[in-house]
């Protein structure tokens, strides 16, 4: 089974920390994805990487930088956390088609 | 501008009550449309990929369906264990994924 994992599963951060959420996949993936979900607004995309060294801005990605250093792992930083980025993080890798998730990051900026 | 619009945000079913869930999209170069499940607090499960319009696919009582324009989520005989958030998701140009604000169901014993 692919197997996508994310550093934490609850953080609590305070307002103007840099804040790391790390991603690893197992199945040699050219593409990963970070997204936040919030309560009636589904799923959006923040940042994707579709190779090493390479990325994309999503739909969101003021307040958000992203890494990939190694193929494997899709890091995504918080320049200075802010109360408004209080959310549940999701990473995702992709193959040629399906995307598979991590468990998410609920992340709490207080 | 890429969209996808699930209707209806929630839905509340009795057991044995069967229903459809939609899912409509504008989205260019479409490569795929998906189907997710999501249990709160964990990230989505995948279920179903559907190509090309006409295309059907089952697993257990669930049932996905897709036209031009939508995709529908059949459900029949519901049970209490199917009760998540249902999401639509489509595969864009650059293997972008995007993702519909999801379908909330509740099937009530």
């Known amino acids: 089974d692919v197997k996508v994992t994310q550093s934490s599963r609850y953080l609590v951060k305070r307002t103007g920390e840099k804040v790391f959420l790390e991603c690893v996949q197992d199945?040699?993936?050219?593409?990963m994805f970070w997204y936040r979900q919030d309560p009636g607004l589904g799923l959006r995309l923040i940042y994707f990487?579709?190779?090493?060294?390479?990325?994309e801005k999503g739909d969101i990605p003021e307040g958000y930088s992203v890494s990939r250093e190694k193929k494997e792992r899709f890091s995504l930083i918080l320049e200075s956390a802010s109360t408004n980025q209080t959310s549940m993080y999701l990473c995702?890798?992709?193959?040629?088609?399906?995307?598979?998730f991590g468990q998410g990051t609920r992340l709490t900026v207080v | 501008e890429d969209q996808v619009t699930q209707s209806p945000e929630a839905l509340r079913l009795q057991e044995g009550e069967s229903s459809s869930l939609n899912c409509s999209y504008t989205v260019s170069g479409l490569r795929g449309l998906f189907w997710y499940r999501q249990d709160p607090g964990k990230g989505p499960e995948f279920l179903f990929t559907?190509?090309?319009a006409g295309e059907e696919k089952e697993k257990e009582r669930l049932k996905a369906t897709l036209t031009k324009k939508e995709s529908f989520l059949h459900i029949t005989a519901p049970k209490p264990e199917d009760s998540a958030t249902y999401l639509c998701?489509?595969?864009?140009?650059?293997?972008?994924?995007?993702f519909g604000s999801g379908t909330k169901l509740n099937v009530k014993p």
């Open positions: 199945m040699d993936h050219e593409n």
């Open positions: 995702a890798s992709s193959g040629r088609d399906r995307a598979f």
């Open positions: 998701a489509v595969q864009a140009s650059f293997n972008k994924f995007y």
């Open positions: 990487s579709y190779d090493v060294k390479m990325k």
């Open positions: 559907l190509y090309s």
